[in-house]
């Protein structure tokens, strides 16, 4: 099983609270990514990165930042909170095994803005 | 951008019961990848297809890829409740990142 952590697993805020997801994986990988999934429903990428330093917006248009200033760790801030920002949220990491280019996911961040 | 058709959104069977989700692409695709979802959880690779009309077996999994690399299907024979969850192709969109599929959603009655 993939080596990538998010924290927190469950979070409830009030609208207008600043939040940080966190998203740490060991593997080394330079890409990462992070998706937002409402229960059940298509993964919508909405920021990734190549390395230290680099981000992009996804396909998402999504209120959330991300920074990389380390390899291992991939944050997703929300500056302000509010109720359509309620969903799960992914972080990925991609790596060559056995030749392929694929994608680990960590178990994912549930958000709720009340 | 490129997007990835994946059909059907949903489907129930008994166990036992053969099930195939199927997925289609408006341009070639230089490979495709299937990821599965189970219930509360999140996406694990199950395997990538890079040659025309390339067949791969899993167990009771079986995959395959489009002669023209536009289309790829995943089989499951004599499903069982552990086969339960979400079904995602997922092709290369741009600069190393994927296009997904909206996933069939597979549920198993025992």
């Known amino acids: 099983e993939a080596d990538i952590y998010q924290t927190p697993r469950y979070l409830v805020i009030g609208t207008g609270k600043k939040i940080t997801l966190e998203c740490s994986q060991t593997?080394?990988?330079?890409?990462m990514y992070w998706y937002q999934q409402d229960p059940g429903m298509e993964l919508h990428l909405i920021h990734y990165?190549?390395?230290?330093?680099?981000?992009e917006k996804g396909d998402l248009s999504s209120e959330s930042t991300v920074s990389r200033i380390r390899t291992e760790h991939f944050p997703l801030t929300l500056e302000s909170a509010r109720p359509s920002h309620t969903s799960q949220y992914l972080c990925?990491?991609?790596?060559?095994?056995?030749?392929?280019?694929?994608?680990?996911f960590g178990p994912g961040t549930r958000l709720t803005v009340l | 951008g490129q997007q990835v058709m994946q059909i059907p959104q949903y489907q129930h069977v008994q166990e036992g019961e053969d099930f195939t989700t199927y997925c289609n692409s408006s341009?070639?695709?230089?490979?495709i990848q299937w990821y599965k979802q189970r219930p509360g959880g999140h996406p694990v690779f199950l395997i990538q297809?890079?040659?025309?009309?390339e067949v791969k077996k899993q167990k009771r999994l079986t995959f395959q890829f489009g002669e023209a690399k536009k289309n790829s299907s995943l089989h499951i024979t004599a499903t069982q409740t552990t086969d339960v969850g979400t079904y995602f192709c997922?092709?290369?969109?741009?600069?190393?990142?994927?296009?997904f599929g909206k996933g069939t959603m597979l549920l198993v009655s025992p």
């Open positions: 990925a990491s991609s790596g060559v095994r056995g030749g392929t280019d694929t994608q680990y």
């Open positions: 297809l890079v040659k025309s009309g």
């Open positions: 593997m080394g990988h330079d890409k």
């Open positions: 341009t070639t695709l230089s490979n």
């Open positions: 997922a092709g290369p969109g741009g600069y190393s990142t994927l296009t």
């Open positions: 990165s190549y390395g230290v330093n680099s981000t």
